[in-house]
């Protein structure tokens, strides 16, 4: 009897356990995505503002934001002044794939991402300044629904998860 009550009790603690972390996986998303935006706004204030190249504005940044932007940033920082006949986009690409690979963005945060440096085709710092203000506007409308969705699918989440607890103890007994 005790050894039942114990696993009905696992059995619920774990199914609680599991859904809990689906759902601190989608806060640990839209975490990400604001890691993303901050690092494009300090992006647009080293153009706006020191005027740098790129390779020294990635590896200035790479020391201010967190993992796993800022290995992104560095790696691509020692490529970018290596010149490997690679376009920033094509180069830019590869290390955010590389540094998000354990990250589920959607399709449409991953062609934000992926397409930001197609702000630095602009000749003229402001223009690229300018450019980089609408991937921050679509990296901000991303980020707010995410932030509406997150607690509604939370709840179905959670419920979902001890509807399934409470089914498999019922099978089990």
């Known amino acids: 009897m005790i050894g039942k009550i114990l696993g009905v ?14 759902c601190m996986g989608r806060k640990n998303q839209i975490l990400l995505l604001k890691e993303i935006r901050e690092m494009f ?64 963005l959607s399709g449409n945060q991953k062609q934000i991402l992926f397409s930001f440096p197609d ?16 991937y921050i506007r679509d990296m901000d409308r991303e980020i707010q629904q995410c932030e509406e969705e997150l607690k509604s699918k939370n709840r179905i989440i959670m419920s979902l998860g001890i509807a399934a607890g409470l089914f498999l103890v019922i099978v089990l007994l």
């Open 119 to 134: 702000g630095f085709t602009e000749n003229e710092y402001r223009g690229q300044a300018r450019a980089i203000d609408r």
């Open 41 to 104: 706004c300090l992006i647009q204030g080293e153009i706006d503002y020191t005027a740098l190249p790129l390779p020294e504005i990635f590896k200035n940044l790479s020391e201010k934001i967190k993992e796993p932007l800022s290995g992104a940033l560095r790696e691509a920082a020692g490529r970018l002044t290596m010149e490997q006949g690679e376009t920033i986009r094509e180069l830019w690409q590869k290390e955010m794939e590389k540094a998000l690979a354990s990250y589920h």
């Open 9 to 22: 009790f696992g059995l619920l603690t774990g199914s609680i356990g599991f859904t809990a972390e689906i």
